[in-house]
């Protein structure tokens, strides 16, 4: 009798293995296709987050530049040389402590003027950078890390001006940094329209979007490339 039993209960688990089977793998077929549903809605949600953030940062940016007050229009009589007294960095003589020369801008146009092949008075003095216009390139985060002094004693590799009050960093460092800032922007635009021009001073190459260094607080060659790609009408390409 046992004997007998074992072969029907193969055959009906022979005959009940492949429904089951076929259950088993339809389950499975249905998960594996919402997880690949919910993994493509997902991504594709992401992926249009990040272009409508990406969008609304250039657009950001875009307005920034066309709001800057940094062009503005220069007499005929004036030659496309940028640069202003403000430039010279003269700080209690901490600025001694570096090998860079930071008065080597106005020593520049001193010895120009001396040699008779510059007129200081046809010079063209620029503005100064805003915050606006700096955040054209640099982050709000690094532009406010500028308020420790410490960490412009690290950009300028003077260690002293981190014991120095920040005001008096921002009035006797920074400014004239942002003025350069100011005379590189506004010397592309010269460069435009009259075939050449000069700014005295800038070309902080050492400077990132949230980094400076190398006696670099802001990247004016960077600011100057994203004003002439707006302003200026200069491809990309």
């Known amino acids: 009798m046992k004997n007998q039993f074992i072969p029907i209960v193969v ?32 991504h594709t949600m992401s992926s249009s987050s990040s272009t409508s953030t990406a969008t609304d940062a250039e657009t950001l940016r875009r307005d920034r530049i066309l709001s800057s007050k940094l062009y503005f229009d220069v007499l005929p009589s004036k030659v496309p040389m940028v640069y202003s007294p403000a430039y010279d960095i003269s700080f209690l003589g901490l600025e001694k402590l570096h090998p860079f020369d930071s008065s080597k801008w106005g020593r520049i146009c001193q010895f120009l003027n001396l040699d008779g092949a510059l007129d200081k008075n046809r010079i063209v003095e620029p503005m100064e950078a805003s915050k606006e216009d700096l955040l054209v390139v640099h982050t709000e985060s690094y532009l406010d890390s500028l308020k ?33 800032v100011g005379g590189t922007i506004l010397a592309g635009k010269l460069a435009r329209e009259r075939g050449w021009a000069i700014n005295i001073g800038g070309g902080f190459h050492h400077c990132s979007a949230n980094k400076g260094g190398g006696f670099c607080a802001y990247a004016d060659i960077s600011l100057c490339i994203h004003y002439a790609f707006v302003k200026l009408n200069i491809s990309r390409y």
Do not use: D, W
């Not at 022979?14 to 089977?21: A, F, M, W």
């Open 148 to 180: 420790n002094s410490a960490n412009v004693a690290a950009i300028m590799e003077v260690p002293p001006v981190a014991v120095v009050p920040n005001c008096l960093v921002q009035k006797n460092v920074l400014y004239r940094f942002r003025k350069q």
């Open 11 to 42: 055959e009906s688990t022979r005959k009940l293995g492949k429904p089951i089977l076929y259950v088993i793998l339809t389950f499975a077929t249905i998960k594996v296709s919402h997880s690949l549903y919910c993994y493509m809605r997902n």
